[in-house]
């Protein structure tokens, strides 16, 4: 069983900044490749950003390029989501998703993923 544990949610002002972690623990046999996805109350869940296993591939929303950055501690079963220029409409609880791969691609579907975190809120006010 992995457990994903998110942390650095919270409130800003619109075109602030905010980094998000998520740590995996447990049986770790596998590299993992992760994701953050969101969702706003009344929408469904979607990708913000995707990440292969070994850290080399990266997939954005459009909506984000350009603004967020993704990137994998490997050694550490730690990825990161840094937002920058924040905006009103990022508002939205965001997950953490991992799933054990032997591949280097980015998983982009929410069913693709095997664990998931409890979500931590971002909030952006205008």
């Known amino acids: 069983q992995v457990q994903l544990v998110e942390s650095g949610g919270g409130l800003v002002q619109a075109g602030g900044s905010l980094r998000l972690s998520c740590a995996a623990s447990?049986?770790?046999?596998?590299?993992?490749?992760m994701a953050w996805f969101r969702q706003a109350p009344g929408k469904e869940r979607e990708l913000v950003a995707g990440?292969?296993?070994?850290?080399?591939?990266?997939k954005y929303a459009d909506s984000v390029k350009g603004r967020f950055t993704i990137s994998k501690d490997n050694a550490k079963n730690t990825v990161y989501l840094q937002m920058n220029t924040l905006r009103p409409e990022d508002t939205a609880v965001y997950y953490c998703?991992?799933?054990?791969?032997?591949?280097?691609?980015?998983?982009?579907?929410?069913?693709?993923?095997?664990?998931w975190g409890q979500g931590t809120q971002v909030t952006v006010s205008s």
């Open positions: 998703a991992a799933v054990a791969t032997h591949s280097s691609l980015v998983v982009v579907l929410t069913s693709g993923y095997a664990y």
């Open positions: 447990g049986r770790t046999f596998f590299t993992y490749a």
């Open positions: 990440i292969g296993s070994t850290g080399g591939r990266t």
